[in-house]
């Protein structure tokens, strides 16, 4: 026997928020029902179903649009950071994601560093483009100038 439901959440191998699914009855009594993923469908379950798409379609559209305005807001800025180097270029170190991180919470920016797509850190002078993932749908570039800090190499 097999009973019809609404998804009232996403289901792994199942089906999407809104979706009507048939599932056989002892799914829907000891897994579905009880951690409330599905309901009877009924008129007034659809409305509400229709209403929680609609509302979470647009929260989605607008964290989009907050994304890309702070995409755009990045792929202006030009970020320095100085850092010791030798007489090749080469850095003492290198610069990684937690740094460029830093510099951007210094430009007033909050960015995870995990988000800052880096595929090696960078062990060499001069300007860099670095990805920044801002959202699932949505990158950004910002333009990381590394540069030899005088001070580092006036005390060794």
């Known amino acids: 026997m097999s009973v019809q439901l ?3 959440e996403d289901v792994q191998d199942l089906g999407r928020i809104g979706d009507q699914v048939h599932v056989s009855a002892g799914y829907a009594r000891n897994y579905l029902l009880p951690r409330k993923l599905a309901e009877a469908v009924t008129p007034g379950a659809l409305k509400r179903i229709e209403a929680k798409k609609l509302r979470l379609q647009q929260e989605h559209e607008e964290r989009v649009n907050v994304a890309k305005a702070m995409a755009d807001k990045i792929s202006k800025l030009q970020l320095t950071i100085a850092v010791a180097a030798g007489e090749s270029d080469k850095l003492y170190g290198s610069v990684g994601a937690g740094q460029i991180s830093d510099a951007l919470a210094s430009q007033g920016i909050e960015v995870d560093r995990a988000n800052i797509i880096l595929p090696e850190p960078i062990r060499e002078l001069g300007s860099h483009s670095v990805d920044i993932r801002l959202h ?4 950004g570039s910002v333009s990381v100038n590394v540069v030899r800090d005088d001070e580092k190499k006036a005390d060794s």
């Open 6 to 8: 609404i998804l009232l």
């Open 136 to 139: 699932a749908e949505v990158r």
